[in-house]
């Protein structure tokens, strides 16, 4: 390898560690929470550090936590995680075309590593195109997943010590990580009514306590945002068809 080929490398790893770091840095709380719980929910220690190491997704490891603490049967538990984690389904998807043709060790690696915070990093389109970018995108990962199981170790440490930090509301956390990752996403009218209907939504069906009410209120937000992007694409098309009517007929 060229010394110019390994400081591109290089380059890149440093790229995803720093584009990374802000969010390895906002879950401090929730990694936390969820370490200190599990040990307040008579989780051995091992048990504790095998949620962050092998589940690897911090609203399931909540959920799920509190849901084995209530000795809840297996099968609700796992139909629980499947819905909270059903949005990888869809995440996968969308990264299907550029990770398709990658070998086996790639996609799999990436894979494990697609939290919500890895997608938000991967909206360019020429994201995991060609091997600087997947090594960019594997870094920018591995760094959040190494953060993520620190964290749940910190808390597993302190989780004897520490009061139940569910009353302190350190789980907003989550709240504001999703904000942040929303947030920059928005750049066209249909993101915009996406996340105004799941907002509205949102807190609508938790005041009534609907169950299931936020994955209800997803896939309505997503309905609302195709509608909008076909009807502004309609409706570019008229304009366009108006303006070389115009162009062919000016008088």
């Known amino acids: 390898m060229s010394f110019n080929r390994k400081n591109a490398y290089l380059k890149m790893m440093q790229k995803g560690l720093l584009d990374m770091l802000p969010l390895n840095l906002a879950v401090i709380p ?3 929470l969820c370490g200190s719980l599990a040990i307040q929910r008579d989780f051995s220690i091992l048990e504790a550090l095998l949620m ?13 936590i509190e849901l084995m603490h209530d000795n809840t049967p297996l099968a609700t538990i796992l139909f629980t995680a499947f819905i909270i984690s059903s949005r990888h389904f869809l ?38 195109k060609g091997k600087l970018r997947l090594v960019y995108a594997l870094f920018a990962g591995g760094s959040f997943y190494i953060s993520w199981v620190i964290w749940n170790i910190i808390g ?23 904000i942040a990752l929303v947030i920059p996403s928005i750049v066209n009218l249909p993101m915009l009514v996406t996340v105004c209907v799941a907002g509205v939504l949102s807190v609508f069906f938790k005041l009534f306590n609907w169950e299931f009410g936020f ?21 570019i098309k008229k304009n366009n068809k108006k303006l ?3 162009t062919e007929n000016p008088l």
């Open 52 to 64: 962050p190491i092998l589940v690897y997704a911090g609203a399931v490891q909540l959920v799920v």
């Open 30 to 32: 929730w990694g936390i």
């Open 215 to 235: 994955v209800l209120a997803s896939v309505t937000a997503m309905f609302f945002g195709v509608i909008t992007s076909r009807l502004q694409l309609k409706l």
């Open 91 to 128: 995440y996968g998807l969308a990264l299907r075309d550029k990770l398709k043709n990658m070998p086996l060790r790639w996609r799999g690696s990436l894979g494990f590593l697609l939290t919500d915070e890895l997608f938000a990093l991967s909206g360019h389109h020429k994201s995991y």
């Open 156 to 178: 597993i440490a302190a989780g004897s010590y520490l009061p139940d930090l569910t009353h302190l509301g350190l789980d907003f956390a989550i709240a504001v990580t999703f």
């Open 244 to 246: 070389n009517d115009k």
